[in-house]
């Protein structure tokens, strides 16, 4: 039985009356196993099984704790549990009451949203303040949903009290945007709580015991949903120093004050740690005991073996501190797999990860995209293995993919031309062509035709007379390409004129910053920025756009700062290139933001960029949280370590010239002795 394998601890909570009980799980202290003990506990106690519901918040973990359980009794039996994440048990309940309910994502909404908000013409009201766009207007709605259960308008006065006069309008969109979504059955994932919530007051659903997953995570109205079903018994498991949502609405008074709102509430706490070693667990106590202790805990050792202290790496700048972590991974005995380097900002990542690749490491990082497969440094990269490679066929297509109306097959068609041209030198073809007459290319239907089509070749260039075309571009025989368009052959004319430039360069620094600093790569950047600031409207926000902007540039002048050392081009590229499989398999280091790492352990852990600003984030500390929220992130960091953990900070950012001073973290943690102001 599960009960039988529980610590004294989590034998205590998985055994206790019914009533209303909260476990207090610190980092692990294995909650998962407490949550499986209880529900067997339950089971044992004659109670039926589909009088019990098991919320999560992802469907993994319901996977896990059921499959567990199914270890101890027939699978038919745990099969009745209702068990799964708030959205998912929600959406089964009304499904089964409202077949034609219908959950949609939040792009189409957004975009309904948009129908019902475009009807009023705010243009002609002189109310002295700029209307909120239908968009930003949505996630505002959004918001409220998930953190409050007072009016709209009411919600809105509090936060946004400029917006007074518009609060009617405002209010009036979000009653015809419901109205629309009732009437074609639509639902959002908030809709589902909502829903259920009324649903489930028309015609309650009796439960013995509800049991809550990660509690310290729930917003107001998924706690709105446990008290409407309001069992006879409730058990919810969580750590209140491992509250790190904010940001996502999760509303942290719902674990403090449990105590307080269910009178004769049980408190227990899980406190052994099983996982790191005694020199972290003490670490990870004295920064967290610098929170309000809403409930006294101290994590204890139940780790037997040798204790490795946690170690202060310092470093004069950014990059060096990268470097210098990735070679120490490369020379550890630890397995790739079992070490995590964890940051508080993604951009942290881009860093870490080049410095891995160089030094053929392979990683991984959850979420987001790797920063060798960020268009603006495949571009890059790309242009550079032509230069090394002038054969190399998919770095040409790959590049000319970029030029407006020109796809795969034409940008082949122009790279076998340009490198005939060249009597077979691609460079030579497109910087000064040597073979004027036109080639014949083999077609797939076997049809012997040429690129250009001889009954339109003569006077074709003479399109883009008095277009603005330099003398040389005009010369040059590509513009007797049938296919070529005004775009496109600018897009040439641009290549051509790097390719000049970079063509005897002595250094891969010169090369990349060359590239950089090119009329086609500001161009490729006014393109991607463009596209990642579009909103689902179709409009432009001018704002993201300029920050899309500064996160390319800031990858490009990381990848410039890579090539520095390579005299050598094509070694530079090697470096870059090597252990694109392994990443691309999702095998190697772990690089994880805080939140991604949650749940999650590992032998070793490097937590890098430990300076004020950078973490804590003074930034979002101002929006979510609190210094509080930052400092429950760096104990979430820490316990995910084992056996060794890392702690780093460098005093210099190179590219961006700032200044860096260490984290007040690490002076709680004794690693530094000097207080500083805060």
Request: proline share 3%; aromatic share 10%.
């Amino acid at each position: 039985m599960p009960l039988s394998q529980l610590n004294e601890q989590q034998l205590k909570a998985a055994t206790a009356d019914f009533g209303k009980n909260l476990i207090i799980a610190s980092a692990g202290t294995g909650k998962t196993s407490t949550i499986v003990g209880r529900i067997a506990n339950l089971l044992k106690q004659g109670v039926e099984p589909n009088k019990i519901l098991l919320l999560t918040f992802t469907n993994k973990a319901a996977t896990e704790m059921v499959a567990r359980l199914k270890r101890y009794f027939d699978a038919k039996i745990i099969d009745k549990i209702e068990a799964g994440t708030f959205h998912a048990v929600s959406y089964r309940w009304l499904k089964a009451r409202n077949p034609k309910l219908t959950l949609k994502q939040p792009g189409e909404l957004k975009t309904l949203f948009r129908t019902v908000y475009e009807k009023r013409e705010f243009h002609r009201l002189d109310l002295g303040v700029k209307p909120f766009s239908a968009i930003y207007l949505y996630e505002l709605y959004s918001l409220y949903q998930n953190s409050c259960l007072d009016s709209f308008s009411s919600w809105m006065q509090e936060r946004y009290e400029e917006h007074t006069p518009l609060l009617d309008i405002y209010q009036d969109i979000i009653d015809e945007f419901e109205e629309a979504k009732e009437e074609y059955g639509f639902a959002s994932f908030n809709d589902l709580l909502i829903l259920a919530i009324k649903s489930i007051k028309q015609e309650p659903i009796e439960f013995e015991e509800v049991l809550v997953d990660e509690y310290q995570d729930t917003n107001t109205l998924q706690e709105a949903l446990v008290n409407t079903l309001d069992p006879k018994s409730l058990f919810c498991v969580g750590d209140y120093d491992q509250s790190i949502y904010a940001f996502n609405g999760a509303n942290i008074e719902n674990i403090s004050t449990f105590a307080d709102r269910y009178r004769g509430a049980n408190v227990y706490s899980l406190s052994v740690n099983y996982r790191s070693s005694k020199d972290i667990l003490n670490l990870a106590n004295r920064v967290i005991s610098k929170n309000e202790r809403i409930y006294p805990k101290e994590l204890r050792v139940g780790k037997v073996g040798e204790s490795i202290p946690p170690k202060l790496l310092v470093y004069e700048n950014l990059f060096d501190q990268y470097q210098s972590i990735a070679q120490q991974i490369k020379e550890s005995k630890t397995s790739y797999e079992d070490i995590a380097i964890i940051f508080r900002n993604n951009s942290s990542a881009d860093g870490l990860e080049a410095s891995l690749r160089e030094l053929n490491v392979p990683c991984r990082r959850k979420g987001g995209t790797s920063f060798f497969d960020a268009k603006e440094i495949k571009f890059i990269l790309d242009i550079v293995a032509l230069i090394v490679n002038p054969k190399d066929l998919m770095a040409f297509i790959h590049i000319f993919e970029y030029a407006k109306n020109v796809g795969a097959v034409l940008a082949k068609d122009i790279f076998l031309s340009l490198t005939h041209f060249g009597n077979g030198d691609l460079i030579r073809g497109v910087i000064n062509p040597v073979i004027k007459e036109l080639p014949k290319l083999q077609r797939v239907n076997s049809r012997q035709l040429g690129l250009f089509d001889d009954c339109n070749e003569i006077g074709l260039a003479s399109r883009f007379a008095h277009m603005g075309f330099s003398k040389e571009t005009m010369k040059h025989p590509i513009v007797k390409l049938s296919k070529i368009e005004k775009e496109s052959l600018q897009f040439f004319e641009n290549f051509s004129e790097l390719i000049k430039s970079i063509k005897n360069s002595s250094s891969s620094y010169e090369v990349v910053s060359k590239i950089i600093k090119s009329k086609l790569y500001i161009n490729l950047v006014e393109m991607l920025s463009t596209q990642r600031a579009k909103l689902k409207t179709g409009e432009i926000d001018q704002n993201k756009k300029e920050e899309s902007k500064k996160r390319i540039y800031n990858k490009a002048k990381l990848l410039l700062e890579l090539s520095r050392p390579y005299k050598d081009l094509s070694r530079f590229l090697n470096a870059m290139i090597l252990g694109g499989g392994e990443v691309s398999e999702g095998e190697g280091v772990n690089l994880l933001t805080v939140h991604a790492s949650k749940g999650l352990e590992f032998e070793d852990v490097y937590i890098v960029d430990l300076a004020d600003n950078r973490f804590p984030n003074r930034k979002l500390m101002s929006k979510n949280g609190g210094l509080d929220e930052e400092r429950r992130l760096f104990y979430v960091a820490v316990t995910r370590a084992k056996t060794r953990l890392y702690l780093s900070y460098a005093k210099f950012d190179r590219i961006k010239k700032a200044q860096y001073q260490p984290s007040l973290f690490l002076y709680e943690a004794k690693l530094l002795k000097e207080p500083i102001e805060t």
